[in-house]
């Protein structure tokens, strides 16, 4: 769907990215040098990715909660950097383009030196947004949940450093799925296919393809093969009790380590109710972007 005109742009960089930095100083000498042409009221900059004594042409710096207030996000990085900034505007779904200044790139789909015509066609209304199903995931500990946050890409359970393997029985909607003997399991949305779960061996799943993907991290028994199901299944993940004391098990949403897992422990993780929005980029499809990034023939 068409989005309609911002009238006020966040931009978000990759910390402490020297490249970054200067893509930064080339959007923001453009925009200065356009300033008559949209309609843009404020442009906010994430602190966060500023150095101290930073000179902006135009904008403000701002924090989290200033950044949830924009009509559009630019980022400028990769797609941890993208990942980042979901994390961010969780709870709003405030249209995200990304400006590949990483490596990979999967979601930051605008080249550097593309930015010029994606950013003024965004500025202008005139782009497509395409929504993203993300992963809502809980910690039960002591008939208590605790919130871990959403996952756009992935939310895996790993065994640590003590190279044993740990013992997880899933269950979707209570009803009993498999027991997997194994480094972890890795709970990806079809945005998420073209991560860790592709690297474990797992399929890829198109952006719009409404599913769960679990596959097992080097499975003990051959047999335990990826298994891919409805997005709207809310799966509960346990761990065998006693496993912990081989060392510890972590939660980790998106790359980031969500807390410690026990025996005790349940994970529930089931679809958000909030989506990522992106900005597609309408000179490429999905299908060259991994035929590029993939190497593919």
Known sequence: MPSSPPQTLGIVLKPASESARVALEKVLGWLAG????????????????????????????????GLAETDLVLVLGGDGTLLWTVRMLEDYEVPILGV????????????????????????????????????????????ASQSLGIALNDVVVARGPSGRLITLSVLAENT????????????ATSTGSTAYNLAAGGPILAPGVEATILTPICPHTLSNRTLVIPSDTTLT???????????????????????????????????????????????LDYFRIVRTKLKWG
């Open 34 to 65: 356009r300033s008559g042409e949209f309609k843009l009221e404020r442009v906010l900059v994430h602190e966060s990715g500023l150095s101290k004594g930073a000179l902006l042409p135009v904008g403000e710096a701002c924090d989290d909660g």
């Open 100 to 143: 590949n200044v990483g490596n990979l790139g999967f979601l930051t789909e605008v080249p550097l030196e593309g930015f010029p015509e994606a950013l003024t066609k965004a500025l202008n209304g005139e782009v497509k947004l395409e929504y993203r199903s993300m992963l809502a995931c809980f910690l039960t500990r002591e008939n």
């Open 176 to 187: 009993f799925i498999n027991r997997y003997r194994a480094d972890g399991l890795i709970l």
């Open 237 to 283: 993940v346990r761990l065998e009790e006693g496993t912990e004391e081989q060392g510890e098990v972590c939660v980790i949403v998106d790359g980031r380590k969500a807390a410690s897992f026990t025996g005790k422990d349940e994970l529930v993780v089931r679809k958000s109710r909030h989506r990522m929005c992106l900005v597609k980029n309408q000179t």
